[in-house]
Nanobody, 122 residues
């Protein structure tokens, strides 16, 4: 299984950015997907999860109402739309796949992408 995250960059506070994750090597539509992030000097933390069908989503409180996770099973893609970005959102963002419906911890996920850097300037 390979996951390739992309779309990171530098954005001003209050701005928007969409990061993407391309999946290959497994039946993408059978697995839940998630986004995690790791800021400077911090542990990796859960951001958002989406079920295999896309019908269910779950968000960390810190991003609820600002971030939206979505997926396109026909393209083997998962996305994270990030709006109203804050400097504290600065981190490397990772996508991951899970056999659970809506995994919310690191241990729920078995395959990880390499990460994409998102930097929010104040």
């Amino acid at each position: 299984v390979q996951l390739q995250a992309s779309g990171g960059g530098l954005v001003q506070a209050g701005g928007s950015l969409r990061v993407s994750c391309a999946a290959s090597g497994r039946t993408f539509s059978r697995y839940g997907m998630g986004w995690f992030r790791q800021g400077p000097g911090k542990e990796r933390e859960f951001v958002a999860a989406i079920s295999w069908s896309g019908g269910s989503t779950y968000y960390a409180d810190s991003v609820k109402g600002r971030f939206t996770i979505s997926r396109d099973n026909a393209k083997n893609m998962v996305y994270l739309q990030m709006n109203s970005l804050k400097p504290e959102d600065t981190a490397v963002y990772y996508c991951a796949s899970t056999r659970t419906i809506l995994g919310r911890t690191l241990y729920d996920y078995d395959y990880w992408g390499q990460g994409t850097q998102v930097t929010v300037s104040s």
